[in-house]
């Protein structure tokens, strides 16, 4: 083979080495949308929010959205393993449940519903919660959404060195994990939306190319669970908020009382009985030093 033969060869190994690098690079997005849910035809349709009327105690459901179409997987070009992002039902199972401490805390909720992701129609919009607030007799939904990208890249050296020592050898994937978890509580009524609390998080990570897909699901399960607390510590102080937001402003919603509900703090009868007592013997009491005056002044 004479010298411009071996160049011609050379060259053409170099445009297949930076052409696979290239081809190397993946993106895996999993996500769920609550606009997708709600407004699935936003632009023909425009739904107008009426002023809600919170009947207290309120009755919350909370629930995922469905995932997303846009939501995909990706095939690693070396190894050959197809990979798709996405959070089990016992992973989403548990993130509810943390949800539902916060809201089971407050004095004007009387009870919190799970409600199951298969009775979320995707597109389903405010018609689908109608459904789900007469079989559940909810007054308030919180939609629980996520967004997560993994982003892998495959270097020219990594590459290089993947195919002279062996992929179980050389360290060459950058994974990156980025997380958006979102609560959105709205009022299915009035179609408002009463306050929202976001988590995120970031997982970077690097693995060889044949353990790649495992270590990007490992990834995804701790980048949902980073964003997950960050959310619900989010969800924590936003209750208080819109507390606040109701003193401060309480035209923003009117609120009327369940039959034996008068608000957090009102007295039942056995109170309004041990004070009328207590009363009583202040005022036996006090009717008792005056008699001694009295009696002193003559």
């Not at 895996?28 to 606009?35: P, Q």
């Not at 939904?141 to 495959?154: I, K, N, R």
């Not at 009117?254 to 509900?261: A, L, P, Q, V």
Request: hydrophobic residues 40%; charged residues 20%; contains cysteine.
């Amino acid at each position: 083979m004479n010298k411009r033969n071996l160049l011609k060869l050379y060259g053409l190994l170099l445009i297949f080495v930076v052409s696979l690098s290239g081809c190397a690079s993946q993106q895996v997005n999993s996500k769920s949308s609550v606009m997708e849910y709600l407004y699935p035809n936003s632009t023909d349709t425009f739904e107008a929010p009426s002023t809600p009327n919170l009947t207290l105690p309120l009755r919350v459901g909370v629930a995922f959205v469905p995932e997303s179409k846009d939501s995909g997987s990706s095939h690693h070009f070396w190894a050959g393993n197809l990979y798709s992002g996405g959070i089990a039902e016992a992973k989403k199972s548990q993130i509810l449940a943390n949800v539902s401490k916060h809201f089971s805390s407050l004095d004007f909720v009387s009870s919190i519903e799970v409600i199951p992701s298969a009775y979320l129609t995707p597109g389903g919009s405010f018609a689908n919660l109608s459904q789900i607030k007469t079989m559940y007799g909810i007054d308030v939904m919180a939609l629980v959404s996520y967004d997560q990208v993994q982003f892998t890249d495959e270097g020219a050296l990594s590459l290089s060195y993947w195919t002279i020592v062996g992929a179980y050898i050389v360290s060459g994937e950058k994974n990156d994990t980025n997380t958006l978890m979102d609560t959105v509580v709205y009022d299915i009524a009035s179609k408002k939306m009463l306050f929202r609390a976001p988590g995120t998080s970031q997982v970077s990570g690097s693995s060889t190319p044949v353990n790649l897909s495992e270590e990007l699901r490992v990834d995804s399960i701790k980048g949902f669970e980073l964003a997950a607390d960050n959310m619900t510590l989010n969800l924590e102080k936003q209750l208080t908020v819109f507390k606040q937001r109701l003193k401060d402003d309480p035209n923003q919603v009117t609120i009327s009382h369940r039959d034996g509900y008068s608000g957090g703090g009102t007295l039942d009868l056995w109170d309004c009985v041990v004070l009328l007592f207590l009363s009583l013997l202040a005022w036996q009491r006090k009717r008792a030093l005056y008699s001694q005056e009295l009696q002193r002044s003559f």
